[in-house]
């Protein structure tokens, strides 16, 4: 191991790999900033150029921007409620209070910090643990996928601000547009009503777009001054208090165990790690009203969630050859534009490629660190300008963003109709979180269930009898029980304040002393 270590080594330092690796965080960093690109598109604008690069250099480059875009996805979605990435929606949800309460730097500064020390026990996994976390992904089949996936989704209701009915109400919805498209077992379309655009599927990010981004934006158009900062934003205030310190510990831990171990299961990606790492989160939180308004444990844990699981995705990806996202099956496009083909065989036959890109990931999270602590304030100042200046480059922003993905417009449209759903959503009390969780989950909720059921020749008991997939299925129905369980509980200490009878004689008119009732 040590020798591969310095292999890997000596092999990142070379100025060359220097180079490009802290061009491709700096590109990530900038890109993720920007909504509606994202890592995904980057990486494919960018890929031509492996032609002319080294098959290790490459790698470090596309890398690079990968786990650079998962921090700048956090930076828009702290400072304006428009998350760069799906993986930065739910930093949002106290990224942004913090924000509005003049806490922006402190919020950015405990991002970098939980998405660095996140990074560094992803990449510890991923040199430790690679090979026994890749025969764990494996052993995942189907009906264990099934129930990965469901627990997901139990976990979505208790994002929904502590309303089992609200959480479980928008996590269905998220799964009702995830069935938008063409089935891929038959191929049948569904619920496209004739739009060709529709075939495909609703965009994501067009549905996290409008959902926050237009929403926020419809909620904030006629407070010009509510946005912005006049103080002074030095680095002294942007370091957290001992109290934000110690708050920070347990989650930062939680969400890089939860994000290093979903990441290496193909098909999970940084998106479920976020979700789930803030979702428990809210479980052991003792004061729960806290999340939602501005909680550093709501920023923490996903943070380190999304950066742990952005180093562990090359798990799946380098020792198996099984591309957990979009974004890692570039990389293997990459791997084989140079004639190497990913698997067990690529540690053994091109070591230094390997065990460099490992090396690297250190070294880009250093680079990350320290190239966007001393740009906190540089991005605290956005928030200076006027909001009237800013709302108009901000809906420019997403429709370019939005626009390229496709290049379709009728996803322009979609993310106006979906901006007008999220400010009724806001007004309402309705969270987004759980919908787009179940916009994401649903599809493969129902392709895993369909063929675990395929090889269970239609009989749920043998679908159950699987040892992984039963012990799964348990939890979540734990889970589900205990949220409704303690939904009951607090309505029922409700009526029980609302039926006793005041204690002070000036509100209870029957015990007044005048008597008068």
Not at 22 to 28: A, E, N, Q
Not at 208 to 220: D, K, N, P, R, T
Request: charged content about 10%; hydrophobic content about 50%; proline content about 6%.
């Amino acid at each position: 191991m040590l020798e591969n270590v310095l292999l890997g080594f000596a092999t990142a330092v070379s100025p060359e790999n220097l180079f490009y690796c802290f061009l491709g965080v700096f590109l990530g960093t900038f890109i993720g900033v920007l909504p509606g690109l994202g890592s995904l598109a980057a990486i494919s604008m960018l890929l031509p150029i492996s032609f002319y690069l080294e098959p290790t250099t490459a790698l470090i480059r596309l890398a690079g921007i990968f786990y650079g875009g998962a921090y700048g996805g956090s930076i828009s979605s702290i400072l304006l409620n428009l998350p760069g990435t799906p993986s930065a929606a739910i930093t949002a949800l106290d990224g942004n209070p913090m924000a509005k309460q003049g806490r922006a730097g402190v919020a950015l500064f405990i991002t970098a910090i939980a998405s660095f020390v996140g990074g560094m026990i992803g990449v510890v996994a991923l040199m430790g643990f690679g090979p026994a976390i890749a025969r764990l992904g494996l052993g995942f089949g189907p009906g264990g996928y099934f129930a990965l996936v469901l627990l997901g989704l139990v976990a979505a209701v208790t994002v929904g601000g502590g309303s089992v009915v609200k959480g479980l109400s928008m996590t269905v919805l998220g799964l009702l547009l995830g069935t938008v498209g063409t089935d891929v077992t038959s191929g049948e379309f569904r619920y496209t009503f004739d739009f060709v655009e529709m075939r495909d599927g609703l965009s994501l990010v067009a549905l996290c777009m409008g959902l926050f981004g237009i929403a926020e934006v419809i909620g904030s158009v006629h407070q010009a001054g509510a946005r912005k900062i006049t103080e002074k934003v030095t680095m002294r205030g942007m370091v957290p208090t001992r109290d934000d310190v110690r708050r920070s510990y347990g989650p930062v831990a939680r969400g890089a165990s939860i994000g290093g171990f979903l990441g290496a299961l193909p098909g999970a990606g940084t998106v479920i790690a976020a979700f789930l790492a803030y979702a428990t989160e809210l479980r052991v939180a003792r004061d729960k009203s806290r999340f939602g308004k501005g909680a550093v444990e709501g920023i923490a844990a996903p943070e380190a969630a999304n950066n742990a699981a952005a180093q562990t995705a090359f798990i799946p990806t380098l020792t198996i050859g099984i591309p957990g996202s979009p974004t890692m099956s570039i990389m293997l496009g990459a791997l084989m534009i140079h004639g190497i083909s990913p698997g067990p065989l690529l540690v053994t036959d091109h070591p230094d490629v390997f065990w460099g890109l490992i090396a690297s990931f250190w070294i880009g999270n250093v680079f990350l660190l320290v190239l966007n602590i001393p740009l906190i304030g540089i991005w605290v100042r956005v928030l200076q300008f006027p909001y009237k200046y800013i709302y108009p480059v901000v809906i420019a922003l997403i429709c370019i963003g939005v626009y390229s993905m496709r290049t379709s417009l009728f996803d322009v449209g979609f993310v106006v109709v979906f901006g007008a759903l999220g400010y009724l959503f806001q007004r309402t009390g309705y969270s987004a979180a759980p919908l787009i969780l179940g916009f994401v989950l649903g599809p493969m909720l129902e392709e895993n269930l369909r063929r675990a059921m395929l090889m269970a020749r239609g009989d749920p008991i043998r679908l159950v009898a699987d040892p992984l997939t039963g012990s799964i299925l348990s939890l979540s129905a734990l889970l589900l029980v205990w949220a409704v369980f303690g939904a009951v509980r607090r309505l029922a200490h409700m009526r029980r304040l609302a039926e006793r009878p005041s204690e002070n004689p000036a509100e209870n008119p029957a015990e007044s002393p005048s008597g008068e009732a």
